[in-house]
Nanobody
Framework: QVQLVESGGGLVQAGGSLRLSCAVS????????MGWFRQAPGKEREFVAN????????SYADSVKGRFTISRDNAKNTAYLQMNSLKPEDTAVYYC???????????????WGQGTQVTVSS
């Protein structure tokens, strides 16, 4: 029943911005911690950012700290990833995940979206 749908990916030039959304249905959204992960071709899935169920606590990978912002709107059952100052190395498929208990590890998350492609050109 739990479904996550990402949107907002696309092609952007280096230095540009993009905002990803993750709409969640099937259960009360406020019960889930949320995370964003990404995976480039030939690479393992890596942690990007996560947020507690109330939105009061966040965490970021060092590679995106200061450039990306994770947020959530529990009234809309939606999590967001605002990406600024994008770099070519940010190119990857970005995945939204739920129920990780504020974890940085993908194994801790129970539900995943289908992913959305982000491509950053130089």
């Amino acid at each position: 029943q739990v479904q996550l749908v990402e949107s907002g990916g696309g092609l952007v030039q280096a230095g540009g911005s993009l905002r990803l959304s993750c709409a969640v249905s099937g259960r009360t959204f406020s019960l889930y911690a949320m995370g964003w992960f990404r995976q480039a071709p030939g690479k393992e899935r890596e942690f990007v950012a996560n947020i507690g169920r109330s939105g009061g606590v966040t965490s970021y990978a060092d590679s995106v700290k200061g450039r990306f912002t994770i947020s959530r709107d529990n009234a809309k059952n939606t999590a967001y990833l605002q990406m600024n100052s994008l770099k070519p190395e940010d190119t990857a498929v970005y995945y939204c995940a739920a129920d990780g208990s504020f974890s940085r590890t993908w194994e801790s998350y129970d539900y995943w979206g289908q992913g959305t492609q982000v491509t950053v050109s130089s």
